[in-house]
């Protein structure tokens, strides 16, 4: 009668252990990976002085101001540029190049240019010195 519980004790712990081990937990794993990359910074060029026009005329004026933006090399970014605003009825007139959606070069780096072409006093409100300014804005693509 021992010889016959054992064997169903062992029996019972044999059925016990099988069943345990069918329903183990399995696991698995994800990684996130991001990249973290420079800050776009701009330098900004110096103060470019456009000389003197006389009230009432236009004169032609030829003169570049560079933006240096400095970034993540080979990633796309967005550049605005902001004309400059009428200063008491003198017009700045000029053109921007390097604008709108770029690459940043292998040197991490953009030029974005506004080249004067003219200065128009025939509608100025005063004399005496005017500033204009100009300005540029840029973020990452699509980030």
């Known amino acids: 009668m ?10 019972i712990l044999a059925t016990s252990f099988a069943f345990s081990q069918h329903n183990l937990p399995v696991s698995a794993n994800a990684q996130f990976d991001v990249k973290v990359i420079l800050p776009l910074t701009w330098t900004p060029p110096a103060d470019v002085d456009l000389g003197a026009v006389i009230t009432g005329f236009e004169k032609p004026i030829v003169k570049s101001a560079t933006f240096t933006l400095e970034g993540e090399a080979l990633y796309g970014v967005e550049v ?7 200063v008491d009825g003198v017009v700045l007139n000029g053109t921007w190049s390097g604008g709108g959606n770029a690459t940043l070069g292998t040197d991490g780096k953009h030029l974005v240019v506004y080249t004067t072409s003219s200065v128009n006093a025939t509608g100025a409100t005063s004399n005496g010195e005017k500033t204009f300014t100009i300005g540029v804005e840029a973020k990452y693509a699509g980030l």
């Open 2 to 11: 021992k010889k016959f519980l054992a064997i169903i004790v062992v029996a």
């Open 80 to 86: 605005t540029t902001h004309d400059p605003a009428v």
